[in-house]
């Protein structure tokens, strides 16, 4: 959080969605709003595959995962774009190994994307 300096901003976001498993792959897939809104801020999807937990090794087999999703999504017209979010984990003293911190800081990274975003786009209409 020191890092990404995503403390300073004070804002309270609702992760909410569903967990699915299909063999040796786990995906969470959520909507985010904020608490007192129904404005929707983003859908968040997170893909693990379960019997490698080197982030190196599991890099290529997440690579092309992401490559097969942005091709279906480029297929249709759907409104929004697709963001791939990938911190550099050794910038926070992280090892190769995943462990809990890992997730901890792929969620911070994703919401300060998305306050990023919220802040752009509210300087875009004024």
Known sequence: MEKL???KTR?????????YQLGDFQLRVGKVVPIH?????GIVMEMEYLPISSW???HQI??????????????????????????NFS????SDQYISQH???QYASIMAQMIATAHSAQTGRN
Do not use: C
């Open 5 to 7: 300096q995503s403390y």
């Open 11 to 19: 804002v309270a976001l609702n992760f909410e969605g569903f967990q």
């Open 37 to 41: 809104s129904e404005n929707l801020r």
């Open 56 to 58: 190196e090794k599991s």
């Open 62 to 87: 997440m690579g092309e995962f992401f490559d097969i999703w942005q091709e279906a999504l480029g297929k249709r017209s759907l409104p929004g774009h697709f963001v791939h979010i990938e911190p």
């Open 91 to 94: 910038e926070f003293g992280l």
């Open 103 to 105: 997730t901890a800081v």
